[in-house]
């Protein structure tokens, strides 16, 4: 793939340097990610503020060789490892990596298509995972036994993800048990059917596949809550309560049977009636990026171009999705985009990395943020060509560090929930 020159890491260091209008969230952006390494927390960026559970995992102190190198250096020692390595390699990237990652991705996509990737080279030794920490999970749950997967950076966790821990979601399925019962009705459906989304710990993707679940992505939520709902009577959904909200509501479940859980609240904060009432029960979790994207900001980008095409990612609030002219994943995104035959102005919501590179490889189309501030995922950011160089050429030693392992224990589980969201294969 290209090189793309318009970064974002490139934009944030023209900002903080005074060289280009605009602002950032943070001016700590423009510093290498392994000055965070040490210390608790998400990093700078969208979920800087967010409370990251005690245990985290951290990253261990990046040889100082890669953290002087020159980008160009990088990239060389990057392309020679790469090619060392051969075939016993496969590289996986996210679309909200950055474009130096991104640019020596052997596979570029979303969670879905990244998990089917990482079956199709079955024959390759090593899989490094280009994204955050319950991607590699999943990698090493679909994987085969022999194979090993390489995280860059061990501190690239998901804000989302750590809003729901097994223990929570236990107790959380206890009470809701309490009120429901373990019976199915006459149709055989069952009380209730648990649903995470990928982006949950392996955890969590055991415990619904231990309990007639399912996993499900932005990209096949629709037809995985079909399938849930063939199944069940109501579906408890985590951690992400607008991916849960907009895609039920867009099914036709009312707003009214969709309560949201507050784990720190008896029955979650809900009552009986309520429950027994509900269809979808939504866990109090968001993504920090998407919850940044407002009704205002739609609301100027069709002032400034009244023939605007307003495309938001499913993980923003309900009213943002409402005021757009369409949703949909990253992957759908990336159609919409490739897909317009004629110029068009396009404002989207999602990730600014992603954003910035359809707006590089589609010159055609006027393409921009809704986020008018450069605030790129806190995680995603934590995978530099500095830990990418470095966990290759310690391949190349013949040394492994950063493999994800997953439990023995959890894998089973996990692995039946993963097989039955790679069954539901979006219709559209």
């Not at 008896?266 to 919850?291: N, Q, Y």
């Not at 949703?327 to 159609?335: C, L």
């Not at 500095?386 to 560090?401: K, S």
Request: glycine letters at 8%; proline letters at 7%; hydrophobic letters at 40%.
């Amino acid at each position: 793939m290209t090189t793309i020159d318009a970064s974002v890491a490139t934009t944030i260091r023209l900002i903080t340097n005074g060289q280009a209008p605009g602002e950032t969230c943070t001016p700590e952006l423009d510093k290498g990610p392994w000055q965070f390494d040490p210390t608790p927390g998400y990093g700078p960026g969208s979920s800087m503020h967010d409370v990251i559970p005690t245990g985290s995992p951290r990253q261990g102190a990046l040889p100082e060789q890669y953290q002087v190198a020159s980008n160009d250096e990088l990239h060389a020692r990057i392309r020679a490892a790469k090619e060392t390595l051969g075939d016993r390699l496969v590289i996986l990237g996210h679309f909200y990596q950055r474009d130096e990652v991104v640019q020596h991705a052997d596979f570029l996509g979303d969670s879905f298509q990244l998990a089917n990737a990482a079956l199709t080279k079955p024959d390759a030794e090593y899989i490094v995972f280009c994204g955050v920490h319950f991607m590699a999970e999943t990698a090493d749950i679909l994987a085969r036994d022999e194979q090993k997967v390489i995280l860059p950076n061990l501190a690239a966790g998901c804000s989302m993800a750590d809003m729901a821990d097994i223990d929570s979601v236990q107790a959380a399925w206890d009470e809701l048990l309490s009120v429901y019962g373990a019976e199915p009705d006459a149709e055989g459906r069952a009380p209730i059917i648990p649903v995470t989304y990928m982006n949950s710990s392996a955890a969590l993707k055991a415990f619904c596949g231990a309990n007639g679940g399912i996993v499900c992505t932005s990209s096949n939520a629709k037809t995985v809550l079909e399938w849930a709902f063939e199944r069940g009577q109501r579906v408890l959904f985590f951690p992400d309560q607008h991916l849960g909200r907009n895609t039920a509501k867009a099914m036709g479940v009312p707003l009214e049977q969709m309560p949201m859980w507050n784990p720190r609240r008896p029955l979650g904060g809900s009552t009986r009636e309520g429950l027994l009432d509900a269809k979808v029960i939504l866990w109090h979790g968001f993504c920090s990026v998407h919850k940044r994207f407002t009704v205002g900001q739609i609301d100027a980008a069709r002032a400034q171009y009244p023939d605007v095409r307003v495309v938001v990612h499913p993980e923003c609030p309900m009213e943002v999705v409402d005021a757009a002219d369409e949703a949909g994943s990253t992957d759908y995104i990336r159609r919409a985009v490739a897909g317009a035959t004629e110029p068009t102005t396009f404002a989207i919501g999602t990730e600014v990395n992603m954003v910035n590179r359809l707006a590089a490889e589609y010159p055609q189309h006027t393409i921009f943020c809704l986020d008018p501030v450069i605030c790129p995922c806190s995680t995603m950011y934590r995978i530099h060509p500095g830990y990418l160089a470095w966990v290759l050429e310690e391949l190349v030693a013949g040394r492994v560090v950063n493999e994800i392992v997953v439990d023995a224990g959890v894998q089973a589980d996990a692995k039946l929930a993963l097989e039955r969201m790679l069954a539901a294969k979006p219709r559209d």
